[in-house]
């Protein structure tokens, strides 16, 4: 058995995310369902999954500029979409 993860310096490494979650005057029923969607509702909007998702595994370089280049593409696409919208109408 490896040491190396209950030793309080590497844990130490390790920041965690907290998130609060407002209380609602409620059925108690319908406040863990109301808390739960919240949560998921900050969850994806600070991005908190994708980067823990990104951050996870090692990504080679080569993988990381292919990414990269993807999503500026993706990027340059919906702008250039949008444009063409508002030139149309």
Not at 21 to 31: A, G, I, M, Y
């Amino acid at each position: 058995m490896h040491t190396k993860f209950l030793d309080d310096s590497y844990l130490s490494m390790f920041k965690p995310v907290e998130v609060t979650v407002n209380k609602k005057n409620k059925d108690p029923r319908d406040e863990l369902e109301d808390a739960i969607r919240d949560f998921r509702g900050i969850v994806t909007k600070e991005r908190i999954m994708s980067d823990l998702k990104t951050h996870s595994a090692y990504e080679k370089p080569s993988d990381k500029k292919r990414r990269k280049h993807r999503e500026m593409l993706r990027r340059i696409k919906k702008i250039s979409f949008g444009k063409y919208d508002e030139e149309n109408e």
